[in-house]
């Protein structure tokens, strides 16, 4: 399914042709660090948990904000206001990744079925080994999810063998700060995570189940700040009911659920998480991973979170409240913010300019589960 070619690195490619996905990742990331391509070190992160029951990480570094590439906004006939449109054509002559310095491209040619993924080291990067992934880099795709970029997602997240492996996507009016298709890549270890917070919280089940031939659809319990859902599957029917998930259902699930979100000009931020084991919320060590024999199939979940549109947020509130940190994983503008944030302040945040409506979402809820046979 995946195959690396050259660059035009070729005596670096060469010598890494034997390294799996994630030792290509780390290895080309440490590379581009070496090579002082990146804005800020992911070394100069101070980190801090704050106290409270949602155990919320807020991290800071002085470089990271002010050498961070600023977004580019411009807003294009027929389009409406910049700061409201999901769905948006790409404006060639803003930044895109085909204008990026070329030895930021770690692999060009990453085969992720019928894509070809190109990996660009993030120059401002959350944490060691924040990678970008662009698909079909000079076909200059939008910033907007497609049942066949979910593909792309699912396929990227399942070639890593580590736990702490993520793929995250934020859409136009939800902090992308690009509208270049791009998916973000994350290893958590190296943000101090064995999984993000959100991942412990409390589900409660909207339809169907795990089992064979099934589809699944939780929602995150009101004690988390924002309101999100998490997609899931069943096996194939016919196969073993304890075995791999049904991607393609999958795939095709979380698509018309992105699709209506689209349809009806609602932000949203994504998150592809590989199977576990049965999720349980640890009583003492929130970070320690408790795995119990999977009753049903092994599926990666896709957390999907409708969300007000960024123009939305008060002045500055101190962050962007993008996907990591709609995850409990939050990066302050500056130190002040770093040491003052306690929970309750961030979750009135959250609440109030970030989370979708109670209304809104139960009429979400009501599509959703309408999705499942």
């Known amino acids: 399914m995946f195959q690396f070619c050259c660059s035009s690195r070729d005596a670096k490619s060469i010598e890494n042709e034997k390294k799996d996905f994630d030792e290509e990742l780390l290895d080309g990331f440490a590379w581009a660090e070496r090579s002082n391509l990146l804005r800020s070190s992911p070394s100069s992160m101070l980190r801090r948990k704050l106290d409270g029951d949602l155990e919320v990480w807020v991290h800071f570094s002085p470089d990271y904000w002010a050498k961070k590439r600023k977004p580019e906004t411009r807003p294009m006939e027929g389009t409406g206001p910049a700061s409201s449109s999901v769905l948006r054509?790409?404006?060639p002559e803003a930044f895109n990744f085909t204008k990026i310095n070329e030895q930021e491209v770690l692999?060009?040619?990453?085969?992720?079925g019928s894509w070809s993924v190109s990996v660009l080291a993030c120059i401002s990067p959350l944490c060691f080994g924040h990678v970008l992934f662009v698909p079909d880099r000079a076909k200059l795709r939008p910033q907007a999810l497609t049942t066949e970029l979910i593909s792309c997602g699912l396929q990227l997240l399942t070639a890593s063998k580590r736990s702490d492996f993520r793929v995250v996507f934020n859409s136009m009016s939800g902090f992308a700060s690009v509208n270049h298709f791009h998916y973000h890549g994350l290893f958590l270890d190296h943000a101090g995570l064995k999984r993000l917070p959100v991942e412990y919280m409390s589900r409660s089940r909207?339809?169907?189940d795990r089992t064979e031939g099934k589809l699944c659809c939780?929602?995150?319990?009101e004690s988390w700040f924002c309101r999100g859902l998490i997609l899931s599957a069943g096996a194939k029917e016919g196969e073993p009911p304890e075995g791999a998930a049904d991607l393609d259902a999958l795939t095709d699930f979380a698509g018309r659920v992105v699709q209506f979100l689209q349809e009806k000009n609602l932000a949203h931020n994504v998150m592809f998480v590989p199977y576990l084991g049965e999720r349980i919320k640890p009583l003492f060590d929130p970070y320690e991973v408790q795995d119990v024999p999977p009753p049903r199939a092994a599926s990666p979940e896709i957390y999907i979170f409708p969300r007000k549109p960024e123009g939305d947020?008060?002045?500055?509130?101190?962050?962007?409240?993008?996907?990591?940190?709609?995850s409990g994983l939050l990066f302050a503008h500056d130190e002040q913010r770093f040491n003052s944030f306690d929970e309750d302040q961030v979750a009135e945040i959250f609440k109030q300019d970030v989370s979708m409506d109670g209304h809104d979402f139960d009429d979400l809820i009501c599509k959703v589960a309408w999705m499942i046979p």
């Open 89 to 91: 054509p790409v404006d």
């Open 107 to 112: 692999k060009d040619a990453l085969e992720v």
């Open 206 to 208: 909207v339809a169907g």
């Open 218 to 221: 939780e929602l995150l319990v």
């Open 313 to 326: 947020c008060r002045e500055d509130p101190g962050f962007n409240a993008a996907i990591c940190e709609m």
